[in-house]
Structure formats: C-alpha cells, structure tokens
C-alpha cells in the first residue's frame, strides 16, 4: 500500500441522480472510497468549468447521458483528454445505451475501438475472459448464469485495438478497459439499474447478478490500489459433514483421504456430531492425532435433530450450545482431538436468537450454508452484508459462507469479494474414491494463488479487511470475537481496528492479550486504536457483557430416546443402505419422519 493524496471519486451527474448513480456512491462507500457528486444541468452547476473540478479527483465516473450533457453544455470540448486535465487518472463510463448519441460518443473516446453498441437479447450467461487478469483475479475464465434484461446492450469492438475484455454477457464484452491519452478508461455498459448497499440479496442471486455489480468493484479497486478495504488472508478448506471418526464412514476411507490431502497440501475439517462424543475409540484416535491440524473438527449442531436451532427460546438455545462445546471438549479430554468453536448448522437451519445465544456461548463463528435465518422475513440479506467477508448481522457472530462442489465457480466469486472458500459435502461424494475431491482442490488452488488451508479455528479469527486511511493510517475490521493479527510491516504503526456490534448490549470488555483497552461504541461497531512494533503480534478478545451461567441442556427421556435411534439409522444409511438405492429411500423416510416428531 502506498501512500498517495486523499484519494477521490468524482462522479459528474446529469440533473437529478439516477438509481445506478446514487449505487455507485454507495458501492464506492463500502469500500472505503470518499465520493464527492458534481451535478450539470441548465442553471449551471458551478461557477468553476468542470474540468477545474477533478484537480482533486482520483477518479472520475460519468455515465455516457451525462457525458452527452456536459458536452452540449459546452462544459468540454469532447476531447477526453480535457476531461482528465486534472489529477483523475482512471475513468469509468457506464450506462450507454443502443442510441446514435452513445455510439457516436464512444466511437469518439476510444479511437473507433469500439465500432458500436448492440442489443444482446436474452443474455442467459455471463463470463469474465482471461483476458481481465489480475483485475479479476480468481474469476478470470469462470462464467455464470444470470437473469437477461430488457435493455443488456455490449460493445463491438474493432479487431486488434488492445481493447481489455473483462466481462462478456452472452459472448459480448459489456465491461472493457482500454488506455487513452495515457489514463486507464473503462467502458461499462449496462443500462438497466445496479444494486446499491441496501439492495436485498437473496440466496441464489448473489451469483446470478454478479454482473451487475463486479464491474464497479473492479473500477474501484484498480483505481483505489490500497485504499480500498481488501482482505488479504486467502484461505480454503473442505467441509465433510455428519461422519464418526473411524476408518471408515459411509463411503469415506480417512487413510487415502489423508494421503490425498497430504499430496495436495490441502485441509479437511469434519463437521462433527457432538452427540457422538463417545464414540470415537482409543484405536481411531491414534489414527487421526498425526494428522492434526490438515484435519480437524468442528461442531455440526448438538444432537443432530431436525432444526435444532432453528427454533426454541434463547435460554434453551444457550444451554444447546454449551453443551455441544461441553461434548466437544469431553471428546478432547478422552481422544486429545479438539474442535473449532465453529458451528456447522444442521440443514444450515438457524434462527437469530441460536445466532445470539451461540454468541454468548462462546462460539467464534458459523460456517453455513445458508445465511438467513428461519426467523427472518425474506431470504435476503442486503448486498453491504454481502460483500463482507461475513454477514456480522446477526449479533456480531460472523456467518461464513459455504458451498457445494456443484457450486465451484461461485467459490471463485467468494474469493474475489475477500471471502474464504469453503466446500461441504457428505460421504456420498467419495463414492467413487477422492478423484472429485481432488479435483475440487487443484481447481481451487489454480484460480486463487497462495490460497492457504488452515484449520478454521485458525483461518477465521486471522480474516479482516485493511486499508490505508485518508491520514496515511491503517483500518482493519475484524469480524471473529477472538482477532489474531500481526503487524506485517518492517516499521512500528498505529492501527484503528474496528468489529461490527449490531447489538451493543452484548458487549462488554475488549481486550489486547489480555489487557483491556478503551474502546468507542458508535453506529453499531466497536472501534479501538493500537500502537503495534514491527513484525508485533496481538490476540484481540471481544468478550460478551454477561455469559449464560446455569443453564443445562436436559431433555426428556422420549426426547434421548429419539435422537438415539435417529442417528442409528442414519449411520445405518450412510454405511449399509447408501449401496442399495431402494432401501435407502425408505431409510431416509423413516429418519425424516423422526425428524418431523422431535420437534
Ligand atoms: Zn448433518
């Protein structure tokens, strides 16, 4: 990161802002990036020509209609290179549409290497060529399915121009960069509305209407090298939910799966039952222990019951949670394989008061595969919350992400927003031995170079975001209770750590190595300073003002009963039934209609 002026984002607008206008100051926001509107229209928006305007500017954004109007009103002569007379260097021109006016315009600007722009009629897919690079990173060569829109227009370009393609909608490059009068110009041209920081997200959309969205990132992020938040831990790891640790499970044999891991350098944490705390044996543990920490444990639920926390008063949640950790460090005790304090939900099913009493039980995150609660009207999260690592919504413990292999490309998309990447899956995808599971990996591992596999007790509570800050400071947003952190540079530096607290009642004393420290409490985010030497290290803690005390997880015996012979017969179905497809569906009738009853 290097130390430059304030950086700045000028946008020039036409009369009153557009939705996509008043998105890309928001979207600038959430990175971190200071935007300042210069509006044009007939009263005359200033007495300065505008062009005197952007001495400031880091970077300029002006939608194609705006760039027309600023042209008949004589502001610039139409000749870029007017435009970017002062200190703004990257440009970014957006929202053209299959008119005359825009065609003429940006035949003009780039030198006729772009010839036109064209309607792409029911546009099903879009794709981000190799051509963009290191700009797109670990997107580059994925595509994805997305929503067509009424007006999706792209460029023809010239052949042999130097045009960058960094985004295609149906094989026409929609979002190009090219260099002109010295400067980086982007061209991006969609004309339907993007998403701002509070546009509802919901599951699946993320990925469809990545299209929507990247391109502003992308602009962004080249323009604002260092000042833009960015997370720069990039690790992975594999997920495999509901196995006992035995030699084998189901159709996972651990032995080749260790020496599969140990060949690509990669990690594995299996999502385990708490409830099964007693049935791992001496024999098995010693089969597992040298493989610590490539594999390790987390917590999958406590009993394993159908929405177990998805529902229930927060006092029955705590005592479900501290008794998942309680079985969890009784497995320790008698196997010495400890566990992740990171829950993996059953059927990913959670409600936000499981969210709140995990919290104060102290868990350090959720690794899930939905992020929206049972409780929560919708299913969508808003698109600020998603392009954090983590959605800090609910009580402040982090939810992570995870995704099935089916969904790889979108594990890329999850590393490109600053996300780690995890994969789950259940014994079924060994059926065929670990070919797809290495597959996955070395997939993995050739989009996002020095992608790490850490344990998740150790990678998630390293993840932040980090930029350089206006004074010349450095900003870090942790998002774990527990924040480990060294100081990467050569040379003493002041820190301004931050943790999103939506409910600061939850809080009480943070602590660096033990010592506390004074902290603000503002807008719902815990904010502190911090001096740090060289190469110094610090264990941040943000503890809960009160844990639950007293509370013990002590259902009825019809209740043990239950979940007792649920679990015989989903082990039944994993181990014997699985290679018989006929009687396996009837095994998974019954589990689920036990399912249905313990409620
Ligand atoms: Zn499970």
């Known amino acids: 990161m290097s130390r430059t002026m304030s950086p700045l984002l000028v946008l020039v607008h036409h009369e009153e802002k557009s939705e996509t206008e008043q998105n890309l100051c928001g979207i600038a926001g959430i990175l971190g990036i200071e935007t300042v509107l210069v509006r044009v229209g007939p009263l005359g928006v200033t007495a300065d020509p505008l062009p005197h305007q952007l001495q400031a500017a880091t970077a300029l954004a002006i939608s194609a209609s705006a760039f027309c109007a600023v042209e008949t009103l004589g502001l610039i002569s139409g000749d870029l290179s007017e435009l970017t007379r002062g200190a703004a260097k990257n440009i970014l021109l957006y929202g053209f549409q299959s008119n005359r006016a825009h065609a003429d315009l940006v035949a003009r600007l780039t030198g006729a290497a772009v010839r036109a722009i064209t309607a792409i009629p029911n546009a099903t897919r879009s794709s981000f060529p190799r051509d963009g690079g290191p700009l797109v990173g670990p997107l580059s060569g994925c595509d994805f399915e997305r929503e067509p829109a009424p007006l999706d227009v792209g460029f023809e370009l010239e052949a042999g121009t130097g045009v960058q393609r960094i985004l295609e909608v149906g094989h026409t490059p929609v979002f190009i960069r090219l260099e002109r009068a010295g400067n980086p110009l982007f061209l991006w041209a969609h004309a339907d509305p993007i998403p701002g920081p509070e546009t509802p997200i919901a599951e699946a959309d993320l990925v469809r209407r990545c299209d929507r969205f990247v391109p502003a990132l992308v602009f962004l992020r080249s323009a604002f090298d260092g000042h833009c938040w960015e997370n720069p831990i990039k690790t992975a790891r594999v997920i495999i939910d509901d196995p006992l640790l035995k030699r084998r499970y189901g159709f996972i044999r651990y032995e080749e799966l260790f020496r599969s891991m140990r060949r690509l350098g990669c990690g594995v944490t299996t999502a385990f039952i708490p409830w099964n705390w007693q049935r791992t044996t001496r024999r098995y543990a010693r089969l597992f222990a040298p493989f610590l920490p490539d594999h390790s444990l987390c917590v999958h639920g406590c009993d394993h019951t159908g929405n177990e926390f998805g529902e229930g008063s927060e006092y029955q949640l705590a005592a479900k949670a501290l008794a998942a950790l309680e079985r969890m460090d009784n497995h320790r005790d008698r196997t010495a394989l400890g566990s992740s304090r990171v829950m993996v939900f059953p059927q990913g099913k959670f409600s936000t008061v499981a969210m709140r009493a995990l919290r104060r039980a102290g868990f350090l995150a959720v690794v899930n595969t939905t992020r929206v609660p049972v409780d929560c009207p919708g299913d969508a999260v808003t698109l600020a919350q998603e392009l954090q690592p983590a959605v800090t919504c609910y009580s402040g413990l982090p939810l992570f992400k995870r995704r099935y292999p089916a969904d790889l490309q979108a594990c890329a998309l999850d590393l490109f927003l600053g996300r780690p990447a995890h994969i789950v899956e259940h014994h079924g995808w060994f059926r065929h031995g670990c070919g797809d599971f290495e597959r996955c990996v070395e997939w993995l591992k050739a989009v996002q170079p020095g992608l790490s596999w850490p344990s998740l007790e ?106 007792g012979l649920r679990r015989a017969l989903s082990e039944m179905r994993d181990n014997h039934l699985a290679r018989h497809p006929g009687a396996f569906r009837a095994a998974k009738a019954i589990t689920g209609a036990l399912r249905a009853r313990s409620r």
């Not at 004074?518 to 610090?538: E, H, K, N, T, Y």
């Open 458 to 563: 150790v990678a998630l509570p390293r993840q932040h975001l980090r930029r350089m800050s206006t004074g010349g400071g450095i900003e870090i947003q942790f998002f774990t209770p527990q924040f480990s952190f060294e100081n990467p540079l050569d040379q003493a530096a002041s820190y301004v750590f931050s943790k999103p607290e939506p409910d600061p009642s939850l809080v009480g004393s943070v602590t660096v190595d033990g010592n506390p420290v004074a902290c603000d409490r503002v807008d719902g985010v815990v904010r502190f300073c911090f001096r740090l030497q060289p190469r110094q290290s610090m264990a941040v803690a943000v503890n809960v003002a009160n844990c639950p005390e007293g509370v013990r997880w002590s259902p009825p015996f019809k209740y043990r009963v239950r979940v």
